[in-house]
C-alpha cells in the first residue's frame, strides 16, 4: 500500500490483518508444508501426543495436518490476525484444532506442550523481537520437548530492496536465540518444498534443555 503526503510518497505496511481482509496472502500455498507432511510420517515422536503449538498459524493448513496425523495431541494454532483465525475456522469444521487470537511474543499460557511447530512465522517477526519469541518458546515447553521449525532462510534475494517481513533469517541467529535453553538435534534441507522454496528451507528440531 502506498499514500503521498505532499510531494511525499511512502511506502506504508500493510498489517498482518490488512493483509488478510484484503487477500493480499502470497506466503499461503491453500495446503500444509510439504517438510512438515513428510516430517509427521517419518518422525511423529517429536510432536509428542499432549499440547502441540502452531504460532502465526494463518489459515491453518500445518494446524489441521498435525491434527490429523496426530489425533491423541490437542492442536493449537496461534495468530495476531482475527481474520485469518475465522478463514482458519471455517476451511474445516470438523477439524479437531482449537485457533486462539494470541500475540505469540507477549502472550498465551499452555499446560502440557509437547512441541511447537513452527513455520514462516519466525522469519515475520522483526529481528529486534526475535528474542521475545525464543523467550516464548523456553518459556512455554517443558524439559524434553521439541521446537520443530522449517526455518525460511530466504525469502527474497538478498538484493531485493522490498522492505518488510518476512525477513531473512539465518543459522547464527537461530542458533545464538536457541542454544542456551535448546539442544540441536537435527538439522536438514528437505528434500520436499512448496514450488519456489527449494534450497530456501532448513528444518531444525531442537530439544528443550
Ligand atoms: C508469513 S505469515 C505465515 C502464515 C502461516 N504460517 C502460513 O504459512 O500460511 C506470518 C503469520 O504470523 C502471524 N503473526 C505475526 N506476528 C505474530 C505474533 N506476534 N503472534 C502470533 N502470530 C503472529 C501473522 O498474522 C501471519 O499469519
Redesign the pocket.
Known amino acids: 500500500m502506498s499514500c503521498v503526503l505532499g510531494n511525499l510518497h511512502y511506502i506504508v505496511p500493510m498489517s498482518?490483518?490488512e493483509?488478510?481482509q484484503v487477500g493480499d496472502?502470497p506466503?499461503?500455498?491453500g495446503a500444509a508444508?510439504p517438510p512438515l507432511i513428510d516430517l509427521l510420517q517419518e518422525s511423529p515422536a517429536y510432536f509428542g501426543s499432549e499440547t502441540i503449538l502452531?504460532?502465526?498459524?494463518?489459515?491453518g493448513?500445518?494446524a489441521r495436518a498435525i491434527a490429523k496425523a496426530i489425533p491423541t495431541a490437542q492442536t493449537i494454532g496461534?495468530?495476531?490476525?482475527v481474520t485469518?483465525l475465522k478463514l482458519a475456522r471455517t476451511l474445516d469444521p470438523d477439524s479437531q484444532v482449537e485457533f486462539q487470537q494470541?500475540?505469540?511474543?507477549?502472550e498465551g499460557s499452555f499446560p502440557h506442550v509437547s512441541a511447537i511447530f513452527e513455520?514462516?512465522?519466525f522469519?515475520?517477526?522483526d529481528p529486534s523481537?526475535r528474542p521475545s519469541?525464543a523467550e516464548a518458546c523456553a518459556r512455554l515447553l517443558p524439559a524434553g520437548a521439541h521446537w520443530i521449525a522449517i526455518i525460511f532462510l530466504t525469502p527474497r534475494d538478498i538484493d531485493d530492496p522490498t522492505i518488510g517481513?518476512?525477513f531473512q533469517s539465518s543459522v547464527p541467529e537461530i542458533t545464538e536465540l536457541f542454544s542456551p535453553h535448546f539442544n540441536l538435534i537435527e538439522s536438514y534441507r528437505p528434500k520436499n518444498t512448496y514450488a519456489g522454496r527449494k534450497g530456501k528451507e532448513l528444518v531444525m528440531i531442537w530439544q528443550r534443555k
Open positions: 498482518w490483518e493483509r488478510y496472502t506466503w499461503d500455498k508444508a502452531v504460532p502465526g498459524c494463518g489459515r493448513h500445518d496461534l495468530d495476531i490476525s485469518a494470541v500475540d505469540f511474543l507477549t513455520h514462516t512465522c522469519c515475520a517477526i523481537l519469541y517481513p518476512p
